[in-house]
């Protein structure tokens, strides 16, 4: 297996749990969620590392001007610290690294997925006083700052590029052929950023099946969240069941079944079916 490693089993049930009550807080922590995402990819990632991980972003919101003025201005300034000073920005090759996904990598490396960059942007510029979001356009996560009356859109990936109206058109029309729309600008919430992070996790693990291990801790994060779709049990039932572990991915398998036979039975008979074979795989 090639690194990062997990973490041992107990290590992994104690993220789990600290995951779960900070996604369900009243306020949940976009960088704390992230490094317990990065500390269930990589074993290596002990309580200092999240520690300094946490430390180094006040250590760079630190470094910006003192109210630097309107939301073009913040931009502006988190661009020259960040992207042009402190060298943070993406490549195509980070679509290939599960490293990209990780906080505390993207921290160490200045590399990293669109929306990761985004969180360190967001985390900066949050933890010293700016009006930031994230804002999920399709195919492509951007930070906003300021009221949605005079909201200024920056591309971390591009190193902080500041767009204009006409870059975010452009995107949107690349991402899926048709005009952007309003609810496109929307901030996300952090439980938002977060599933976004997970999806490009599993995405990055369906594409390596030697990699079940990702894909199967992606899932379970998952299903930690308050709202998640059904269909992610079936998902880890399968990776179960891929894995090896037949009783368990059967058992969810059967769990599934019954959520799914309230609205289509033969659907959920087809499930029993595979729940079955899955059984049978002991013999």
């Known amino acids: 297996m090639r690194p990062p490693y997990p973490p041992p089993p107990e290590r992994s049930a104690e993220l789990r749990r600290r ?7 009243e306020r949940p922590d976009l960088s704390t969620l992230c490094l317990l995402v990065g500390a269930e990819a990589d074993g290596a990632l002990d309580e200092a590392g999240i520690d300094a991980a946490q430390i180094e972003l006040d250590e760079l919101a630190g470094q910006l001007p003192f109210r630097p003025g309107g939301p073009r201005s913040w931009a502006v300034a988190l661009r020259e610290l960040l992207g042009d000073r402190c060298g943070f920005r993406g490549w195509a090759t980070d679509y290939r690294r599960l490293e990209s996904s990780l906080l505390h990598e993207v921290l160490r490396r200045r590399r990293g997925l669109p929306i990761l960059l985004s969180v360190v ?3 900066v510029a949050r933890r010293a006083g700016a009006h930031v979001y994230g804002v999920a356009l399709p195919g492509h996560f951007v930070v906003g700052f300021g009221d949605a009356e005079e909201q200024v859109l920056a591309d971390p990936f591009a190193g902080g590029r500041v767009l204009s109206g006409g870059d975010v058109e452009l995107m949107v029309a690349g991402a899926t052929g048709a005009a952007l729309q309003p609810s496109m600008l929307a901030p996300a919430d952090p439980l938002e950023v977060v599933v976004r992070i997970l999806n490009n996790v599993r995405a990055w693990a369906a594409a390596r099946p030697e ?5 199967l801790w992606g899932v379970e994060l998952s299903l930690l969240l308050p709202s998640h779709p059904a269909r992610l049990r079936y998902e880890r039932a399968q990776l179960l069941v891929r894995r090896g572990d037949f009783l368990r991915g059967a058992a969810e398998l059967e769990a599934y079944a019954e959520v799914v036979g309230a609205v289509d039975e033969a659907a959920a008979e087809k499930v029993r079916g595979q729940a079955h074979g899955a059984r049978a795989m002991l013999n």
């Open 19 to 25: 995951f779960a009550e900070e996604a369900r807080s």
């Open 121 to 123: 942007w967001m985390e």
């Open 211 to 215: 990699r079940s291990d990702v894909a």
